[in-house]
């Protein structure tokens, strides 16, 4: 069951950079910048999930040598990582649009006036 | 209140920023005035740790919330600020309030400069906390801030096709680099179960299992992405060029610092594995490598800040050499250039930023003369150019003397003689810069350009001045600065003694060794090799401009002098403007090394896809190089 999760995180992780190095339109590069984070996220989140643990939302006199939980770590992780990664997407999407209003196309091959 | 001072002047200046969103276009005098107070603020707070720290040695923790680590296991986040730290906390917020001084009249004719400041400070206080941690997460995170705040800035002037262009640019490269940073923060988390970086030092301590490796490379990969290390340095020109030039200041001053001090912090303190000979010859051969073509590829420029951005990358070369080469003089070496690196590279971005601010372009080809309009800035100029080119007695030959010694000393002499060339093609590079925008003549579009304000003025001599200073009294320098940092940096038990209590440490460690005092003997000053190796450099720089150089006149109609005792004189005929272009003055030197300026331009495509791709096969080759060879 995890061993699927680590499997799909690491596909998502690839698909990612891949997108990123091969497609040719801005917004398909924006995806890929996309699922490299989606990937990250997940095995973040997998690394702190333990079988059968409960959500770990205790008060301290709750909290024995007997109550199972999961890493609530990762998931505090996580979930910054999820804000930063939208942020990300939303300031990526605003340069597409001024690229598009300035260049007037989503071609990588066409917008490269900085090189050399 | 000393444990306090960390915390302070990282959230001085984040609360700074939350102010001036507030108050938006309203209040410009408010504004500014705020935006000053936070800088200096945090500047003095900055500088009240120095006493505690390098005065008497101590080193400054302080855990977040009060969650101090029970029974050996930090949970909370903590913010732990050594020598090392200060050393970079202190020029970080130097350039920091140096950097907002100069911005008042600079971008005074934009819009949208709420926005402007709101991001100055959010880049200024991730960078102040990205130094100050001493959480592995918390790294992660003020990094991503950094870059999505550069990243926004660069894109400022959005009027302008190529500032979105570079904008995108970095934002696809810089977020690859972050991913793979969280990505090794995430496997070493799974592995250890903590993030502060003084237990997980400990954690590492010698314990080189494929995993670990894993994280180590993808670390060393997503800081280099950073700190635009060679083949990851595509986006570093184009987002320095568009960006105004009190940002572009900026990232070379404090973003760049912030990926070096990462570097150093990862490899030497949490993995200790530059004891490593695989490690050593891994940074230095990269370290070689970006001095090399950083330069050569600056030679080949015509936009004053492009050329600049490029030389930016080639002396990161040699910061990374230095702390590649391990012995206590490389160390001082590396970091003596950082500190230096900020300085003159700050200040030669200011005075790209008075030229542009002047005239209104940064082309080289079309500027000129301009000495005689902006004499302060041509002399400030001058100063920096001197100073990067490594000429006594400006900082730069100190710092590139320690790391010519050091790379000889460690049996790496071809990394000499590269440095030196290296160091030899800067200054022709500057001698193009200084010929093409400073001397010769004055265009006409440019008659009536006037010297910049005095505002912007102020924090141009006040680094030109730390410039001459780290060149004449080297001993003070580094006794009062770099010698606590380069010990800090070598004995890495006393960081993890601080924060997690002296016998967690004393299972692991034992003293490196202590950086010795840059005297005037050991930074070169006295030693009559020194003298002739800088005679041979200016010689052949020299001779680079005389052979290669050629002459190429190009012929339209002169400034009209009301002073002819200014026009440069040509034996009795008539003066016609004869004033060489930047891109004309090494076109033998080009000629000749064609194939290699093809390949070079080829590479610098343009494509956003080439660069990622550029990003990941790095990643591949260090993942290859460090399972193959680190052990």
């Known amino acids: ?116 | 209140m000393t444990q306090h001072l960390p915390i302070l002047s990282i959230i001085t200046l984040f609360i700074g920023a939350f102010i001036v969103a507030l108050i938006k276009e309203k209040n410009e005098m408010l504004r500014n005035s705020i935006v000053l107070i936070v800088t200096f603020l945090s500047f003095i707070f900055t500088l009240m740790m120095y006493g505690p720290i390098i005065g008497k040695g101590e080193i400054i923790t302080y855990w977040m919330g009060n969650w101090s680590p029970i029974k050996d296991w930090a949970i909370g986040i903590g913010l732990e600020v050594d020598q090392l730290s200060l050393f970079f906390g202190l020029f970080i917020s130097l350039s920091i309030v140096i950097s907002a001084l100069y911005s008042f009249r600079y971008i005074e004719k934009e819009t949208g400069k709420d926005k402007y400041y709101v991001l100055f400070l959010m880049m200024s206080a991730s960078v102040m906390g990205f130094i100050f941690t001493g959480d592995l997460f918390n790294m992660y995170v003020m990094i991503e801030i950094m870059t999505f705040a550069s990243v926004a800035l660069t894109a400022f002037r959005n009027d302008r096709p190529e500032a979105v262009e570079a904008g995108f640019k970095y934002i696809a490269i810089g977020s690859i680099g972050s991913s793979l940073i969280l990505l090794a923060t995430v496997i070493i988390y799974a592995q250890f179960h903590t993030l502060n970086l003084a237990q997980l030092a400990g954690e590492l301590y010698n314990k080189y299992t494929p995993i670990t490796l894993f994280a180590l490379a993808l670390m060393i990969v997503g800081y280099a992405v950073k700190v635009f290390a060679v083949p990851t340095h595509f986006v570093a020109p184009d987002a320095y060029m568009v960006a105004p030039s009190s940002i572009s200041m900026l990232f070379s001053g404090i973003v760049n610092k912030a990926a070096v001090y990462g570097i150093l912090r990862i490899i030497y303190v949490v993995y200790q594995s530059m004891n490593l000979p695989s490690m050593q010859f891994l940074l230095i051969f990269w370290g070689t490598v970006t001095m090399f073509i950083g330069v050569t590829m600056a030679l080949a420029q015509h936009d004053f800040k492009r050329l600049l951005a490029f030389h930016s990358i080639s002396q990161i070369g040699y910061v990374i050499t230095g702390i590649g080469l391990t012995t206590a003089l490389g160390i001082t070496g590396g970091l003596y250039h950082a500190l230096n690196h900020t300085l003159f590279k700050g200040l030669l971005f200011l005075c790209a930023g008075a030229v542009f601010y002047a005239t209104g372009t940064t082309d080289l080809d079309k500027l000129g003369g301009l000495a005689k309009r902006m004499p302060q800035t041509a002399l400030i100029f001058l100063i920096g150019a001197f100073s990067i080119s490594g000429i006594p007695p400006f900082n730069g030959f100190v710092s590139k003397w320690i790391i010519y010694q050091a790379s000889y000393e460690a049996g790496y002499a071809p990394v000499t003689i590269i440095a030196l060339i290296v160091s030899v093609m800067t200054l022709a590079s500057f001698i193009k810069v200084a010929q093409s925008a400073f001397f010769g003549q004055l265009p006409k579009e440019f008659k009536n350009v006037e010297e910049v304000p005095l505002s912007m003025r102020i924090p141009m001599w006040i680094m030109a001045v730390l410039c001459i200073i780290g060149g004449i009294v080297p001993s003070a320098v580094t006794k009062y600065l770099i010698t606590p940092a380069a010990n800090a940096v070598m004995n890495s038990a006393k960081y993890v003694e601080v924060m997690m209590g002296k016998d967690f440490a004393a299972k692991f460690y034992k003293n490196i060794g202590t950086a010795p005092i840059i005297d005037y003997k050991l930074a070169g000053y006295w030693q009559p090799i020194a003298w002739l190796i800088l005679f041979g450099i200016l010689l052949l720089a020299f001779t680079m401009v005389a052979v290669l150089g050629g002459f190429n006149p190009k012929k339209f109609s002169y400034a009209d002098e009301e002073d002819a005792k200014y026009d440069v004189f040509y034996s009795g005929e008539s003066a016609e403007f004869s004033h060489v272009g930047g891109s004309d003055l090494f076109w033998g030197l080009k000629y000749q090394f064609r194939h290699y300026f093809d390949f070079m331009h080829r590479i610098h495509s343009g494509l956003v896809n080439d660069y990622a791709l550029s990003v990941v096969i790095t990643a591949a080759v260090i993942l290859l190089y460090v399972f193959t060879f680190v052990r």
């Open chain 1, 1 to 116: 069951m995890l061993l699927l999760n680590y499997i799909t995180c690491i596909i998502l992780i690839v698909l990612g950079l891949y997108t990123i190095v091969t497609k040719k339109n801005f917004m398909k590069i924006v995806i890929g910048m996309g699922l490299l984070d989606y990937g990250i996220n997940l095995l973040l989140i997998s690394v702190g999930f333990k079988a059968g643990g409960t959500a770990p939302i205790f008060t301290i006199n709750e909290l024995d040598r007997s109550s199972f939980f999961v890493d609530p770590v990762p998931q505090a992780l996580t979930l910054t990582s999820i804000v930063i990664g939208a942020c990300v997407t939303a300031l990526a999407l605003a340069l597409v649009i001024m690229i598009n209003k300035h260049y007037g196309t989503l071609d990588t091959d066409k917008v490269r006036r900085l090189k050399g």
